[in-house]
Every structure is written in structure tokens, then in C-alpha cells.
């Protein structure tokens, strides 16, 4: 299996598009940086027909070290929560597209 890198998505929009590779590139990142800009500042991002990216607070809470079985506190913290469209998940499981609520 072949992991997308920001090159090859470079590299995409180069041949896709048709600007200067340079251009491509920049184009990416000023996309990530927008995208990355909106998740620090706690909004989601929804990409239609692709999933929605948002941040997610969760709260402080006790751990245990599975090694050790010593309990451990675990901080507050944000995490990055994706939720894929229900396109998307038809499209990974090579099945038909949902007739009703084709966008989530």
C-alpha cells in the first residue's frame, strides 16, 4: 500500500491543473495552512462528499501503565477527530452510494 505524500499531491495538482510545479506546491500548502489555522482555532472542516475534521476537548482522567499497573493522571487535552462522509465509506468498501443523506 502506497502512502500519499504532500509531493504527490503536489505533483497532482501539477499535472491535473496545469500550474507550475512551484505554483502546485504552494497552492498545497496554503490549503494545509488554512486547514491547520482552522483546527488550532477549534473549527471544523468540512470537505463535502470527503468527511469533516474537527477538534475535540477531552477532559483529565486516570490511566494505568500496562507494564507496571501503576496508576497514571492523563491531562486535558485537544484531539483531531475525523469523521468520513458516508461517500467516502462507500467508496473504501466498494459498495453502492447511500440513496438518502449523501452528505454528512
Same mark, same amino acid.
Do not use: C, W
Given at each position: 500500500?502506497?502512502?500519499?505524500?504532500? #509531493?504527490? *499531491?503536489?505533483?497532482?495538482?501539477?499535472?491535473?491543473?496545469?500550474?507550475?510545479?512551484?505554483?502546485? #506546491?504552494?497552492? *498545497?500548502?496554503?490549503?494545509?495552512?488554512?486547514?491547520?489555522?482552522?483546527?488550532?482555532?477549534?473549527?471544523? $472542516?468540512?470537505?463535502?462528499?470527503? @468527511?469533516?475534521?474537527?477538534?475535540?476537548?477531552? @477532559?483529565?482522567? $486516570? @490511566?494505568?501503565? +500496562?507494564?507496571?499497573?501503576?496508576?497514571? %493522571?492523563? *491531562? %486535558?487535552?485537544?484531539?483531531?477527530?475525523?469523521? %468520513?462522509?458516508? $461517500? *467516502?465509506? #462507500?467508496?473504501?468498501?466498494?459498495?453502492?452510494? +447511500? $440513496?438518502?443523506?449523501?452528505?454528512?
Amino acid at each position: 500500500m502506497q502512502t500519499v505524500t504532500r #509531493a504527490h *499531491l503536489a505533483e497532482t495538482i501539477y499535472t491535473q491543473v496545469g500550474l507550475s510545479r512551484n505554483e502546485s #506546491a504552494e497552492l *498545497l500548502e496554503m490549503v494545509l495552512a488554512r486547514m491547520s489555522d482552522a483546527l488550532e482555532g477549534g473549527q471544523s $472542516i468540512k470537505i463535502s462528499g470527503f @468527511g469533516t475534521f474537527s477538534v475535540r476537548s477531552k @477532559g483529565r482522567r $486516570i @490511566g494505568r501503565n +500496562p507494564k507496571t499497573g501503576v496508576e497514571v %493522571p492523563i *491531562l %486535558p487535552r485537544r484531539v483531531l477527530v475525523f469523521r %468520513p462522509s458516508q $461517500i *467516502l465509506k #462507500a467508496q473504501v468498501n466498494h459498495m453502492a452510494l +447511500p $440513496i438518502d443523506g449523501l452528505d454528512e
